[in-house]
């Protein structure tokens, strides 16, 4: 059994991915087939007698292009056909790899595979592997949005276009216009220029409509796309016949229409490429990860450190790591002392000390310190490439939400279909003569009051504009549906360290006993300063802050765990905790109840003594962000639930939530288990948003039913959450949280509306007052009755645009109410 991912372009909705799962699934060994709109790929499992090849055919039948890539890698080194032969097998048999064939004239290998499952440089490490070096290029090449790219350039071309056809065809309609327009050229002869524009239109940058409708329409599933198809199709056929054979129409009724169908193209593209733009990238997660793990390592060789690559390392090898250096692999330390920034993996800002017998995580950064150590997981085992298959695990689950309208157009699709069927037949058996091209006229504008220019725009206009205005207030959407969920959530997670707190320590009191305040502070900040302790820097800082000048230190001696000692000023300084102060004889009973209360609010206390004598209490502790405190309180006034989740000892964490407001707290969660913890609450019917700001909180981010990330935090956090809070203020969430309502209020009207205008219509365009009227819509009019849809989509959209930071006169619960009913009523 195999389990393979593949890239997937041109999904645009949950019908497609369930086109495309059902063309998996259809075929013999497939198992088990996932498709993920979000991020583009389909996991698929399978035996024999399925194939990759067979696999990506599947894709391009339902009318979906699988993402491939092609390269030439040129190897040194092979002599005879046996080479060429060995090389070949050793590629073909990675998993993800289409076709590889080798050259013994061109010393080349040429390779097609699958790049969401086998990368350039782990064909690279199989070419080595067989004996063989392969040049790779310089620098990697840049990854281009292709797909964002083409579609920009197709909008800009169908707009370039359809702009002259619209002005031509608004020209006739106006009599002062139409005579100019005559007088330049006969009304034949306009519409033959309304033609030659409006088809490369229709069949250049609408062509992704007609292979994904007929695709649709093959597998007896019509969609979204084939309605774009019919009704753009239907506009311009009826068009170009009107052009060529006019007598074939009733008097009156030989009107062209190119321009109909060149405005669904149009707007039905744009709506694409808004939708392309908000979903957001969530690859870059992943990459940004994978960019922290070590390219070499420095293996000990009989007696020498030699650079490998990291591929090459096994468990048992020796590693040498320098100070700046990053920890290539896991392991434990032989020799060696220093501190390790192990904040990738705890969250937690202060270096770790890493001595004889401590473990090291790769990935993690050596400040200070030369250390030795012994690999003992290395590849897939360790904890940071762990850390990144959680996150491609999260991302590739099936998110709960499904989009409302396309479980709508899954029925409203065939039904249209249908209808304009049945209008067509009923004209022809039972209208008036001619009955052919009555049944022509009302078929037509049936497909053309039908086209889904506003049900394609509903959604993203409301995305677009949303998402703007949350950049304005600092909020940025990294993906466009998380605008629209965040609307649903009920519980708030909040991750402690640099996102409730700043993430770094600070000198945060100081309690004076006697002397001089500021003498007494410039003295400890000049003993701290030959520390290399991080809580010795926050001291340094904090004083330097105040912009006292640090008098000379010497006869600096400390004691790892107690304290620290040196001469400043004629006068032996002593910084340190409680128990290093009793082992110098210095009572310290005045200040513990001081110390106490200042660690219980998790801070840590720290004595000072000048000549044997106790001068004051200072403390260093990760302060609360600004605007902490009034979030939690805002966030529980609307009724959320509000919890904290941290790797930190539950005393400290329970401080800190008292401080903010919380109640609940999940505290000593281990990073592999942070996304276990979000996933639990999940599974307990809560709709969980998830805050957080470093590496480590990257898969819980990602199982967040919406992941919300701290822009102050890291790269990789920040790509993989749904949302960035770009000023680091948790007031955001709350701004975001009611943006979010409103985007979802108004997406469900503009459903409500784009929906009911059509069932409303329909039967118009259809012709059922003729019999009582005699009146029947002309094409023309069914069509300007879609763009007027449109039109009202997209203002009431553009109304989002008045949201101010603070806007909450929406009730929550008021919102459940009218998003349910009126979720009700559309379905």
Known sequence: MQRIEIGIEGMSCASCVGRVERALSNQPG????????????????FDQPATIEGLVEAIRDAGYQPRLESAEVPVFGMTCGSCVSRVERALNKQPGMIRASVNLTTQKAFVEFLPDALSLARIYQTIRDTGYEPQEPDAQAVDEDKEGVNLRSKVIFAAALTIPVVLIAMGKMIPALEALYTS??????????????TTPVLFYAGSRFFRAGYAELRHASPGMNTLVMIGSSAAYFYSVAALFVPEFFPA??????????????TLILLGRYFEHIAKGRTSEAIKKLLQLQAKTARVIREGKAVEVPIEAVVPGDRIQVRPGERVPVDGVVEEGQSYVDESMISGEPVPVAKQKKAELVGGTINKNGSLIFRATRVGADTVLAQIISMVES????????????DKIAGVFVPIV??????????????????ALSFAFVTTVSVLLIACPCAMGLATPTAIMVGTGKGAEMGVLFRKGAALETLARMDTIVLDKTGTLTLGRPEL????????????????????????EHPIGEAIVKGVRDRGLTLPAASDVQAEPGFGIQAQVAGHRINVGADRYMRSLGVDVDGLADSARSLAEKAKSPLYVAVDGQLAALLAVADPLRNGSV???????????????????????????????????????????????????????GAKVAFVGDGINDAPALAQADVGIAIGTGTDIAIE???????????????????????????ILVNFAWAYGYNLALIPVAAGVLFPFTGYLLNPMLAAGAMSLSSVFVVTNSLRLGRFKSGDRHIAIGDMKESATAAQASVS
């Not at 979000?38 to 698929?44: D, F, P």
């Not at 034949?188 to 309304?194: F, H, K, L, P, V």
């Open 252 to 265: 009156g009724t030989a009107q062209s229409y190119f321009e109909a169908a060149a405005v669904i193209v």
């Open 630 to 684: 009034d979030a939690v309180a805002t966030l529980k006034a609307t009724g959320l639930d509000v919890a904290m989740l941290t790797g930190d000892n539950r005393a400290t964490a329970e401080a800190i939530a008292r401080q903010a407001g919380i109640e609940r707290v999940l505290a000593e969660v281990l990073p592999d288990q942070k996304a276990a913890e979000v996933k639990r609450l999940q599974e307990e």
């Open 417 to 434: 279909i249908v209808l304009a069927i049945l209008t067509f037949i009923a004209w022809f058996s039972f209208g008036p003569a001619p």
């Open 394 to 405: 999260a991302q590739a689950d099936k998110p709960p939400i499904q989009e409302l309208a």
């Open 720 to 746: 993989a959450g749904d949302l960035v809070l770009m000023r680091g203020d948790l007031r955001g969430i709350v701004d975001a949280t009611e943006l979010s309502r409103r985007t979802r209020k108004t």
């Open 30 to 45: 497939v198992s088990v087939s996932q498709v993920n709109l979000a991020t583009e790929k389909a996991s698929v499992e």
């Open 184 to 197: 330049v050229l006969p009304h034949r002869g306009w519409m033959t220029i309304e033609w030659l524009l």
């Open 508 to 531: 945060t009191d100081f309690i004076l006993v006697e002397g001089c305040e500021d003498e007494v502070l410039a003295w400890v900040a000049a003993v701290e300063s030959e520390s």
